[in-house]
């Protein structure tokens, strides 16, 4: 039976450290592009089940550029620096199939936020890093006759919880699409939340740390 598959660009900071790093003397940024797979199961009425994740180790490109000043001063500023400073087409590699959706403004917009705008007082230089992430996600489908008797990877129901065990607010009347159920032990999450929690070399479920 077919999976469903589509592509996707996502996008997690990794790291955002200031002064007084001594190694940090002026804004700086620093973006990779990496590639992962992703399997979920889709059930009719529930929230849709993370199966597996996996991280290639593979680093598609890496884009470094010290910004001036004025990024120092506000998230637009940094947005703008980030912005005007692409990589050239031969550095930034992306996949084929992924040209059409993959954007440098998107990139500069995720990286830029990342960034607290009350800790740009203009005068304390940071670094930035964040990873451009190209994913292959294959669905399971229920209402595709996907059954247990099709495929051992297809998990028991989700516990019974009331809060996403990262951001910690309730989550108990959030439509099922904002939510993710991972098949390792049960535990739900914000989308959202889960994803750019998860998003290593070894993925673990954050609230019993379970290998995903």
């Known amino acids: 039976m077919a999976y469903e598959v589509y592509n996707c660009i996502e996008f997690y900071p990794t790291e955002v450290i200031f002064n007084p790093h001594p190694r940090i003397y002026a804004p700086v940024f620093r973006v990779q592009g990496r590639s992962f797979t992703r399997l979920l199961y889709r059930p009719i009425g529930r929230p849709d089940v993370l199966v597996r994740q996996f991280r290639e180790d593979e680093i598609r490109y890496e884009h ?38 993959a954007t440098w403004e998107n990139v500069a917009t995720l990286l830029s936020l990342s960034v607290e705008n009350h800790n740009l007082n203009g005068v304390t230089p940071f670094r930035l890093e964040g990873h451009e992430a190209f994913g292959v996600v294959s669905i399971m489908r229920e209402d595709e006759a ?67």
Request: contains cysteine; charged residues 20%.
């Open 64 to 101: 470094v550029v010290h910004l001036t000043a004025a990024a120092m001063q506000n998230q637009n500023n940094l947005f703008q620096g980030i912005l005007a400073s692409p990589p050239e087409e031969d550095v930034r590699v992306i996949p084929e199939d992924f040209l059409e959706i």
């Open 146 to 212: 996907w059954e247990n008797e099709d495929c051992r990877d297809v998990p028991p129901p989700p516990l019974v919880v009331s809060e996403c065990g990262v951001c910690l607010e309730d989550i108990s009347q959030d439509p099922i699409h904002r939510l993710l159920h991972l098949h390792c032990c049960q535990h739900v999450f914000h989308k959202s939340c889960i994803y750019r929690t998860i998003w290593g070399a070894q993925p673990r479920c954050p609230t019993c740390r379970s290998v995903i």
